[in-house]
C-alpha cells in the first residue's frame, strides 16, 4: 500500500464517521474535528509512514528446489539441462496453441456442467422438486425467466446503490468545502 493509498483510506475512514447516514455511518466528528485529526495524522503518522512499512513490514525469501519422483531434493543447475528440457523455438508456439485449446475445452465443459446448479442456487428444495418435476423445454423456459428476473432485480439494486452514492459524494464534496472555509 502506498502513502496515496493509505492516506485515501484513512480519509474515507475518518469522513465515514463524520456524515449522518444511518446504518451505513454516523456523525462522530465535527468538521473542526476531522481538521485537528488530519493535521496531527499528517505530521505523525505520514509523516514517518516509510518506516513503519520497513519496521512492520514482511521480509520474505524465496528458495526454490526441484524434488525428482523419488522426493528427493536435488539443486538446480543450469549447466545439467538436457536436451528433451529445451523447446525448439517453432515447437513453443504450438505448444502454447494445444495448452489454450485444451484450457478452452475444460472450461467449456466445466461451465456446461455448472449452469444449472447455479441457477437454481437460491431456490429452495421444494422448488427444485417442482422443477426436476417438469419436461426439459420447460425447464428451460424456467432458467430463462429466472436469470431475467434475477438480473432486472440485480440492475434494480446497482441503480439504487449508485444513486447513494453519488447522494454520498455530494454531502462529502460539501463537507470538504466547509473544512476549507474554516
Given at each position: 500500500m502506498t502513502t496515496i493509498q493509505a492516506f485515501d483510506y484513512f480519509k474515507a475512514l475518518l469522513f465515514k464517521h463524520s456524515v449522518e447516514r444511518p446504518p451505513y455511518s454516523i456523525a462522530i466528528y465535527t468538521p473542526a474535528d476531522i481538521k485537528a485529526i488530519v493535521d496531527y495524522t499528517l505530521n505523525t503518522y505520514f509523516r514517518h509512514f516509510k518506516m513503519y512499512l520497513y519496521a512492520f513490514g514482511e521480509n520474505v525469501e524465496l528458495q526454490i528446489?526441484?524434488?525428482?519422483?523419488?522426493?528427493?531434493?536435488?539443486?538446480k543447475d543450469e549447466a545439467?539441462?538436457?536436451?528433451?528440457?529445451?523447446?525448439?523455438?517453432?515447437?513453443?508456439?504450438?505448444?502454447?496453441?494445444v495448452a489454450k485449446e485444451e484450457e478452452a475445452a475444460e472450461k467449456k465443459k466445466a461451465a456446461e456442467s455448472e449452469a444449472p446448479k447455479t441457477d437454481i442456487?437460491?431456490?429452495s428444495a421444494e422448488d427444485?422438486?417442482?422443477?426436476q418435476d417438469l419436461s426439459q423445454d420447460e425447464q428451460k423456459e424456467f432458467?430463462?425467466?429466472?436469470?431475467?428476473?434475477?438480473?432486472?432485480?440485480?440492475e434494480e439494486f446497482q441503480k439504487k446503490v449508485s444513486e447513494q452514492q453519488?447522494?454520498?459524494?455530494?454531502?462529502?464534496?460539501?463537507?470538504?468545502?466547509?473544512?476549507?472555509?474554516?
Open positions: 528446489t526441484e524434488e525428482d519422483d523419488k522426493g528427493e531434493k536435488k539443486e545439467n539441462t538436457k536436451e528433451e528440457d529445451v523447446i525448439p523455438l517453432g515447437e513453443e508456439e504450438e505448444l502454447n496453441q442456487a437460491d431456490l427444485e422438486k417442482q422443477i432458467y430463462a425467466l429466472f436469470k431475467d428476473l434475477s438480473t432486472k432485480m440485480q453519488q447522494d454520498f459524494t455530494k454531502r462529502l464534496e460539501t463537507l470538504f468545502a466547509s473544512m476549507k472555509k474554516a
